[in-house]
């Protein structure tokens, strides 16, 4: 892209309906949101279980400020591993039933970590279709061999596994996938990964906090195997930011010491752990939440199938509602935000072409007179 292409480039994008524009948001994070001076019901955050504006996390992140300052300073290696931080590193361990953890900046760090310092040339990685951007991009850094697999086809995957040569093979999923709340079947996989001498990657952005009593997706399934890496993301359910990766002490000791998306970074802000800590301690007693948010999908569910639009085979907080265009799936939106609803159009890239869609995210905060506004308002757009 020239600098003289650029204004055509932009034209382009809007012509196509594919122009994105962030919305600037005055409020704190949770199920009501200010956008420009007008309040919204929002179904369109991670922050399943509303901790992000919970005060018991506030007032962590606050005596975490006092107690350790502002800034990390440093990447771990040097001098920004924090005591706060390996406690919460250790604390996280233990919380999904893993003998190790490491604490990233973001989950999109912790992916870029785990396959470029685990594969190289003469490896593979077998990943499903519908992952992340952020898993796709680690997978293309990496030099090994990239094998995608058509969504959740375990005969497939096997095919693959069975003719692949590659020295180290890693299979990466995701627990519950992003744009269609649909879930990987994990003990099918685990089971490959025994059979064809491969690790197996899974990224739970989706499911920490939420699945497993909020201990996430491996304890959901029962679910445990020296190979298998377990990766979640602390800015969803959790409430913070950042993320983890937990799996055998080897394979974190590792990954200290060669991956490159941890060590040339400064760490964390300190305080951000004490704020863990204190989410951690909230997931675990969360059950009433989990209670409210599973009762919040059954009535978006049930409700949303007696519309014209087709909607996924999700029992997760992420219900999409697929339009097809980009251009109808953007005039819904906007119609729902005429009606105070914020809800995101999710488009190609992100997702698939044809497969325009209203990503509906719920909170166990959405009171059921927020669910009821929300599908009345779509029933009337979908009858018009
Ligand atoms: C959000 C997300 C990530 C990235 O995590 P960040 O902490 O936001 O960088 C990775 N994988 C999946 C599946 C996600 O949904």
């Known amino acids: 892209m020239r600098l003289q292409d650029l204004p055509a480039a932009l034209l382009d994008l809007s012509a196509t309906h594919c122009r994105r524009q962030r919305a600037v948001i005055d409020s704190p994070q949770g199920v009501e949101v200010v956008v420009d001076g007008r ?8 922050d399943y279980l509303g901790l992000a504006d919970h005060p018991v996390l506030v007032r962590a992140a606050q005596q975490g400020l ?9 990447s771990h290696l040097l001098a920004g591993h924090f005591s706060v931080q390996q406690q919460a590193e250790e604390a996280l361990a233990e919380f999904v ?20 310092s685990l594969l190289d040339r003469g490896d593979a990685v077998f990943a499903d279709r519908l992952n992340h951007a952020s898993l796709n991009d680690a997978c ?12 959740n086809d375990l005969a497939q995957l096997e095919r693959l596994l069975a003719e692949s040569k590659a020295r180290s093979k890693l299979i990466a999923v995701e627990s519950v996938y992003s744009m269609d709340g649909d879930e990987a079947p994990l003990s099918a996989l685990l089971a490959l990964a ?5 690790w197996l990657y899974v990224d739970d952005a989706h499911g920490f906090g939420v699945l ?40 974190v000791e590792w990954l200290i010491n060669s991956a490159r998306s941890y060590i040339y970074t400064t760490s ?13 301690r909230l997931i675990a007693e969360a059950d009433e939440r989990r209670a409210r948010l599973r009762e919040s999908i059954e ?18 907080p992420i219900q999409p509602l697929i339009i097809g265009g980009e251009e109808q799936a953007l005039a819904l939106a906007a119609r729902l935000r005429d009606q105070g609803l914020w809800v995101p159009a999710i488009r190609p890239p992100t997702v698939a072409a044809g497969t325009a869609r209203l990503r509906l995210s719920l909170s166990a905060m959405h009171q059921p007179e927020h669910l009821q506004r929300l599908l009345s308002c779509i029933q009337r757009a979908a009858a018009s």
């Open 140 to 151: 293309r850094l990496s030099r090994a061999e990239f094998k995608r697999f058509h969504h």
């Open 212 to 251: 497993g009593d909020g201990r996430g997706a491996l304890a959901e399934h029962g679910l445990s195997s020296p190979r298998l890496i377990y990766m979640a993301t602390l800015g969803k359910a959790a409430g913070v930011a950042g993320a983890f990766i937990s799996g055998g002490t080897d394979l």
């Open 97 to 116: 039933g893993q003998p190790a953890a490491l604490l990233f900046g973001s989950g999109y760090a912790a992916n870029l970590a785990i396959v470029s």
């Open 194 to 198: 025994e059979r064809y001498d491969a």
């Open 39 to 46: 309040s919204y019901v929002s179904f369109a955050s991670n």
């Open 66 to 74: 006092e107690r350790w300052g502002v800034g990390g300073g440093s």
């Open 299 to 316: 009535t978006v569910k049930s409700g949303l199938s007696e519309f014209k639009y087709s909607v996924g085979a999700s029992r997760t």
């Open 268 to 280: 964390q802000p300190p305080a951000l752990a004490c704020a863990i800590l204190a989410s951690l």
